[in-house]
């Protein structure tokens, strides 16, 4: 493990003076869990990291696009921070295989999930602003999204999944598909929520999200995703 945070150091370009915060970024909760409350969990890294990462890419978005109106910044923000996209880049530094999970997660296969992917990689971006302040945490995020910068600020509005899921059942089927919530855990600051979406030919999907929106809408994108590919 030490060797891979060495690694993990190396490729985001940040050499941690408190090595415990990036192994504290890197502890699910259900790792702590089961290992006792000294183990610590990523939660509130992430809380912090999801806060820093908005006002550096808001501030990196303003200086290379300074034409563009705050509602193509929004989009281009929202491409950028959206939660896979956000798992895109932690399994490409790997983040996948460092977390540490407890037992019931892992079987579970949470090592896949882009809710979980995203969360460590915004606790990690915390645990660097708490390391080496602003400007650590700045020239982190610029580093790991180097080939994602966008290069034109010409973002079409772009509809959301559940918008372009009900099309897609409509054009198929001639029905809308069905949300259902079917749990919640956690914490009341921390919740995950899981929701099933049933397509008209009864094909169902499972999704979670940090809000029942968001489950319903990683869901849908699962949908999508899945019709496309019949």
Known sequence: MNQD???????????????????????????????????????????????????????????????????????????????????????????????????????????????????????????????????????VIACVFEERWPTSCDVKRVKDAKSRLQELTQKLFKERPVYVLTDSTGPEHAKTFVVEVTLPNGTVLRAEGASMKKAEQNAAASAIDFLEKR
């Open 5 to 139: 945070l060495e690694t993990l150091q190396e490729t985001i370009s940040h050499r941690f003076m408190q090595v415990k915060l990036l192994q504290t970024a890197l502890t699910h909760s259900s790792y702590a869990n089961e290992h006792g409350e000294d183990a610590g969990d990523n939660e509130r890294l992430e809380f912090l990291g999801d806060a820093v990462l908005e006002l550096c890419t808001s501030e990196m978005l303003f200086a290379r696009f300074p034409d563009a109106p705050e509602g193509q910044l929004t989009r281009l923000r929202a491409r950028l921070v959206s939660e896979p996209a956000l798992a895109d880049v932690a399994r490409e530094l790997h983040l996948d295989q460092l977390i540490q999970l407890g037992k019931g997660e892992e079987q579970q296969g949470g090592r896949e999930r882009d809710s979980l992917l995203s969360d460590a990689l915004e606790a990690v971006f915390g645990a660097v602003f708490l390391d080496g302040g602003y400007a650590a945490a700045k020239a």
